[in-house]
Protein backbone atom coordinates (compact mmCIF):
# COMPACT_ATOMS: atom_id res chain seq x y z
CA UNK A 1 0.00 0.00 0.00
CA UNK A 2 3.00 2.38 1.18
CA UNK A 3 4.85 1.01 -1.93
CA UNK A 4 8.05 0.01 0.88
CA UNK A 5 9.92 -2.48 -0.71
CA UNK A 6 10.84 -5.89 1.13
CA UNK A 7 13.89 -7.30 -0.30
CA UNK A 8 17.14 -5.87 -1.45
CA UNK A 9 16.72 -4.85 -5.31
CA UNK A 10 20.43 -4.22 -6.11
CA UNK A 11 21.27 -7.97 -4.35
CA UNK A 12 21.22 -9.59 -8.07
CA UNK A 13 22.82 -7.52 -9.55
CA UNK A 14 26.21 -8.89 -11.13
CA UNK A 15 29.20 -6.26 -10.41
CA UNK A 16 31.10 -5.57 -13.64
CA UNK A 17 34.99 -5.78 -13.66
CA UNK A 18 36.82 -3.16 -14.82
CA UNK A 19 39.32 -3.88 -16.47
CA UNK A 20 43.06 -2.52 -15.42
CA UNK A 21 45.20 -0.64 -17.40
CA UNK A 22 48.34 -2.31 -18.53
CA UNK A 23 51.43 -1.20 -16.43
CA UNK A 24 54.24 0.73 -18.21
CA UNK A 25 57.09 -0.71 -18.38
CA UNK A 26 60.94 0.13 -20.29
CA UNK A 27 62.04 -1.93 -22.89
CA UNK A 28 65.52 -3.00 -23.37
CA UNK A 29 66.34 0.27 -25.23
CA UNK A 30 64.90 2.13 -22.92
CA UNK A 31 66.55 0.72 -20.22
CA UNK A 32 70.09 1.26 -21.78
CA UNK A 33 69.15 4.98 -22.46
CA UNK A 34 67.89 5.61 -19.15
CA UNK A 35 71.24 3.49 -16.96
CA UNK A 36 73.30 5.64 -19.99
CA UNK A 37 71.57 8.90 -18.89
CA UNK A 38 71.81 8.34 -14.95
CA UNK A 39 75.75 6.59 -15.31
CA UNK A 40 77.08 9.97 -13.84
CA UNK A 41 74.52 10.63 -10.85
CA UNK A 42 74.21 9.62 -7.33
CA UNK A 43 70.46 7.35 -8.12
CA UNK A 44 72.44 5.14 -10.62
CA UNK A 45 72.72 2.58 -7.75
CA UNK A 46 69.41 3.01 -7.11
CA UNK A 47 68.25 2.40 -10.81
CA UNK A 48 70.04 -0.40 -11.56
CA UNK A 49 69.00 -2.45 -8.15
CA UNK A 50 65.23 -1.50 -8.92
CA UNK A 51 65.65 -2.45 -12.52
CA UNK A 52 67.64 -6.20 -11.34
CA UNK A 53 65.20 -6.38 -8.38
CA UNK A 54 62.06 -5.32 -8.81
CA UNK A 55 62.25 -3.82 -4.89
CA UNK A 56 59.89 -1.55 -4.08
CA UNK A 57 60.98 2.21 -3.90
CA UNK A 58 60.34 2.48 0.31
CA UNK A 59 62.16 -0.94 0.09
CA UNK A 60 65.28 0.52 -1.90
CA UNK A 61 64.94 3.55 0.22
CA UNK A 62 65.65 1.70 3.82
CA UNK A 63 68.08 -1.23 2.11
CA UNK A 64 71.46 -1.81 4.50
CA UNK A 65 74.20 -2.93 4.06
CA UNK A 66 73.79 -5.91 6.41
CA UNK A 67 70.74 -6.99 4.14
CA UNK A 68 73.13 -7.42 1.48
CA UNK A 69 75.43 -11.25 1.44
CA UNK A 70 78.19 -10.54 -1.21
CA UNK A 71 79.36 -14.39 -0.35
CA UNK A 72 75.63 -15.75 -1.73
CA UNK A 73 75.22 -12.53 -4.07
CA UNK A 74 71.64 -12.07 -1.83
CA UNK A 75 69.95 -9.21 -1.14
CA UNK A 76 66.98 -9.77 1.99
CA UNK A 77 64.42 -7.49 1.89
CA UNK A 78 63.08 -7.38 5.55
CA UNK A 79 61.73 -5.12 8.31
CA UNK A 80 63.56 -2.83 10.16
CA UNK A 81 62.75 -1.56 13.54
CA UNK A 82 61.53 2.31 12.36
CA UNK A 83 60.09 0.66 8.97
CA UNK A 84 58.04 -2.91 7.66
CA UNK A 85 57.85 -3.99 4.23
CA UNK A 86 54.34 -3.53 2.73
CA UNK A 87 53.02 -7.15 3.93
CA UNK A 88 55.57 -7.30 6.44
CA UNK A 89 57.11 -10.31 5.00
CA UNK A 90 60.95 -10.91 4.34
CA UNK A 91 61.94 -12.27 0.70
CA UNK A 92 65.31 -12.52 -0.78
CA UNK A 93 66.23 -11.72 -4.20
CA UNK A 94 69.73 -12.74 -6.22
CA UNK A 95 71.98 -10.70 -7.48
CA UNK A 96 72.80 -10.45 -11.15
CA UNK A 97 76.79 -10.01 -11.78
CA UNK A 98 76.32 -6.13 -13.38
CA UNK A 99 74.60 -5.43 -10.07
CA UNK A 100 76.81 -7.38 -7.17
CA UNK A 101 79.66 -5.41 -9.23
CA UNK A 102 78.02 -2.35 -8.92
CA UNK A 103 76.66 -2.72 -5.03
CA UNK A 104 80.54 -3.40 -4.51
CA UNK A 105 81.69 -0.74 -5.83
CA UNK A 106 79.06 1.42 -4.43
CA UNK A 107 80.22 0.60 -1.42
CA UNK A 108 83.86 0.98 -1.43
CA UNK A 109 82.86 4.58 -2.70
CA UNK A 110 81.35 5.29 0.57
CA UNK A 111 83.80 3.62 2.80
CA UNK A 112 86.15 6.16 1.08
CA UNK A 113 84.07 8.68 1.45
CA UNK A 114 83.63 7.84 4.96
CA UNK A 115 79.68 7.41 5.45
CA UNK A 116 78.91 4.79 8.36
CA UNK A 117 75.52 5.10 8.65
CA UNK A 118 74.72 1.65 7.35
CA UNK A 119 72.44 2.24 4.74
CA UNK A 120 72.69 1.54 0.72
CA UNK A 121 71.63 4.51 -0.74
CA UNK A 122 72.29 7.99 0.66
CA UNK A 123 72.49 11.65 -0.79
CA UNK A 124 75.51 13.86 0.63
CA UNK A 125 76.20 11.32 3.24
CA UNK A 126 72.96 11.05 4.63
CA UNK A 127 70.12 8.78 4.46
CA UNK A 128 67.35 8.64 1.39
CA UNK A 129 64.37 9.78 3.51
CA UNK A 130 62.17 11.40 0.79
CA UNK A 131 61.87 11.28 -2.64
CA UNK A 132 64.26 11.68 -5.07
CA UNK A 133 61.87 12.87 -7.79
CA UNK A 134 63.96 16.24 -9.00
CA UNK A 135 66.96 14.23 -10.06
CA UNK A 136 65.34 11.16 -11.39
CA UNK A 137 62.99 13.42 -13.32
CA UNK A 138 66.29 15.88 -14.84
CA UNK A 139 67.95 11.66 -15.98
CA UNK A 140 64.72 11.09 -17.75
CA UNK A 141 64.70 14.09 -19.56
CA UNK A 142 68.50 13.23 -20.72
CA UNK A 143 67.16 9.60 -21.38
CA UNK A 144 63.95 11.49 -23.52
CA UNK A 145 62.01 9.12 -21.25
CA UNK A 146 58.06 10.70 -20.41
CA UNK A 147 56.38 9.21 -18.16
CA UNK A 148 58.43 6.89 -16.17
CA UNK A 149 58.78 6.91 -12.35
CA UNK A 150 60.84 4.98 -9.97
CA UNK A 151 57.71 2.47 -9.58
CA UNK A 152 58.49 1.63 -13.63
CA UNK A 153 61.74 -0.28 -12.55
CA UNK A 154 59.71 -2.73 -10.65
CA UNK A 155 57.07 -2.93 -13.38
CA UNK A 156 60.10 -3.53 -15.81
CA UNK A 157 61.92 -6.14 -13.47
CA UNK A 158 58.68 -8.35 -13.58
CA UNK A 159 57.89 -7.58 -17.12
CA UNK A 160 61.09 -8.34 -18.89
CA UNK A 161 60.60 -11.98 -16.21
CA UNK A 162 57.39 -12.91 -18.01
CA UNK A 163 58.58 -12.52 -21.27
CA UNK A 164 61.43 -14.74 -20.58
CA UNK A 165 59.74 -17.39 -19.13
CA UNK A 166 59.85 -17.58 -15.71
CA UNK A 167 56.47 -18.85 -14.33
CA UNK A 168 53.95 -16.33 -12.43
CA UNK A 169 54.52 -18.42 -9.19
CA UNK A 170 57.70 -17.63 -9.14
CA UNK A 171 57.72 -13.90 -9.75
CA UNK A 172 55.25 -13.45 -7.56
CA UNK A 173 57.45 -14.61 -4.61
CA UNK A 174 60.17 -12.27 -6.05
CA UNK A 175 57.88 -9.58 -6.51
CA UNK A 176 56.36 -10.15 -2.50
CA UNK A 177 52.85 -9.88 -4.07
CA UNK A 178 50.36 -11.16 -1.36
CA UNK A 179 47.89 -12.27 -4.11
CA UNK A 180 48.58 -13.84 -7.01
CA UNK A 181 45.84 -11.43 -8.56
CA UNK A 182 48.31 -9.03 -8.41
CA UNK A 183 50.65 -11.13 -10.73
CA UNK A 184 48.29 -12.12 -12.99
CA UNK A 185 48.39 -8.47 -14.31
CA UNK A 186 51.67 -9.30 -16.13
CA UNK A 187 50.02 -12.34 -17.59
CA UNK A 188 49.31 -10.63 -20.82
CA UNK A 189 52.79 -10.30 -21.49
CA UNK A 190 53.66 -13.82 -21.80
CA UNK A 191 51.21 -14.69 -24.44
CA UNK A 192 52.19 -11.27 -26.48
CA UNK A 193 55.74 -12.61 -26.21
CA UNK A 194 54.54 -15.96 -27.00
CA UNK A 195 52.48 -14.54 -29.90
CA UNK A 196 56.12 -12.45 -31.63
CA UNK A 197 57.99 -15.53 -30.78
CA UNK A 198 55.79 -17.73 -33.42
CA UNK A 199 56.28 -14.87 -35.67
CA UNK A 200 60.23 -15.58 -35.80
CA UNK A 201 59.97 -19.31 -36.94
CA UNK A 202 61.68 -19.77 -40.14
CA UNK A 203 58.31 -21.13 -42.16
CA UNK A 204 55.80 -18.08 -40.64
CA UNK A 205 56.57 -15.83 -43.73
Same mark, same amino acid.
Given at each position: %?????????????? &?? /??? /???? &???????????????????????????????????????? +????????? &??? @??????????? $??? @?????? @????? $???????????????? $????? @????? *?? %????? /??? $???? %????? #???????? %??????????????? *???? #????? #????????????? +???????????????
Amino acid at each position: %RWGYINHNVVSNVV &KL /KVP /KRNK &KFLSQQEIQKLLDSASESYIYPIILTGLHTGMRKSELFNL +KWTDIDFDQ &KMI @TVQCKDDWHTK $NYG @TRTLSM @TPILY $NALKAHQQQQLEMGIK $NGYVF @TYRGE *RI %RAGIK /KSF $NAVL %RDAGL #EGVTLHTL %RHTFASQLVMAGVPL *RDIQ #ELMGH #ESYETTLQYAHLS +KDHAKQQVLRLPFAS
